[in-house]
């Protein structure tokens, strides 16, 4: 199989880095898949989007991730976001609050959240 190495770093921690099959992210152009090989790009990740991490030995990872960049080498990709939090660690309660928000990065933040955990649930 396959495989890019890649890593996805918020501000404030390393969420995760290792080799990956697949490796999908919301851009301000639309989602991108990066596959081993990739032509070379610089994107502008979304302000409410999702990242999905297929590593090639483990389950498929998703996280939410507020603003960024996607680097994209054809032997990595990195992703570079302003906020990022897993699927798994979202407080669903605290998250729907957040999307309420008037305060509009809490709310956009709060909408990434809630997009990666209905993503988990449907993969």
Known sequence: MAEIA????????????????????????????????HE?????LVDNGVVTITPVDGDKLIAACHGGFLSVSPEKVTILADYA???TEVDVDSAEEDAQSSDEDVKTRG????????RMKES
Do not use: C, D, Y
């Open 6 to 37: 890649a890593e996805l770093v918020a501000v404030e921690r390393v969420l995760w880095s290792g080799k990956a099959s697949i490796v999908t992210a919301q851009t301000i152009e639309g989602e991108i898949g990066v596959l081993p090989g």
């Open 40 to 44: 070379p790009m610089l994107g502008q």
């Open 85 to 87: 939090a897993w699927a």
């Open 111 to 118: 909408e990434a959240e809630l997009r990666a955990v209905r």
